[in-house]
């Protein structure tokens, strides 16, 4: 098994990437701040439950009942994601829409995630280590 092909694995490494691009918006909008009509701009969400589908639909297209005393279940398929959706706050017309204190609020919220994501990446790999038995 490849260990980067690990289905959270992959979810984690699309989650730290979807982030950083939305610091790279978020400080813009910072940079943009005194900016005559610079109109903010963010990434829409991910959506963990359609991500989690469409990640283990190609790999695990559905439970198997062995029994028949299991329950059957029915999977969903993939949905589409859009990667590149931004939304962008309205301006008025005498001057632009950023608020400092939301982007940065907005920063340090993304931060959180980001770090929360490569921690539990960090010891998803160190699990993996221990198992296979390399310190």
Do not use: C
């Not at 989650?15 to 610091?23: C, D, E, I, T």
């Not at 559905?62 to 969903?76: E, F, K, Q, Y």
């Not at 950023?98 to 959180?112: F, G, T, Y």
């Amino acid at each position: 098994m490849n260990f980067p092909d690990v289905p959270l694995m992959n979810i984690l490494r699309e989650q730290m990437s979807w982030l950083n691009s939305r610091q790279a918006l978020l400080s813009q909008n910072v940079a943009n701040s005194d900016v005559h009509g610079y109109a903010a701009r963010d990434l829409k969400p991910i959506d963990f439950e359609s991500e989690l589908k469409r990640g283990h639909a190609a790999r695990f297209p559905g439970l198997a009942t062995t029994d028949a005393r299991h329950i059957p279940v029915a999977s969903a398929g993939p949905s589409p994601v859009n990667d590149a959706d931004i939304t962008e706050t309205p301006t008025t017309p005498e001057e632009n829409s950023v608020s400092l204190e939301e982007e940065m609020i907005k920063v340090a919220d993304n931060q959180a995630k980001y770090q929360a994501a490569s921690n539990l990446y960090a010891k998803m790999l160190n699990m993996m280590r221990t198992a296979i038995g390399t310190p």
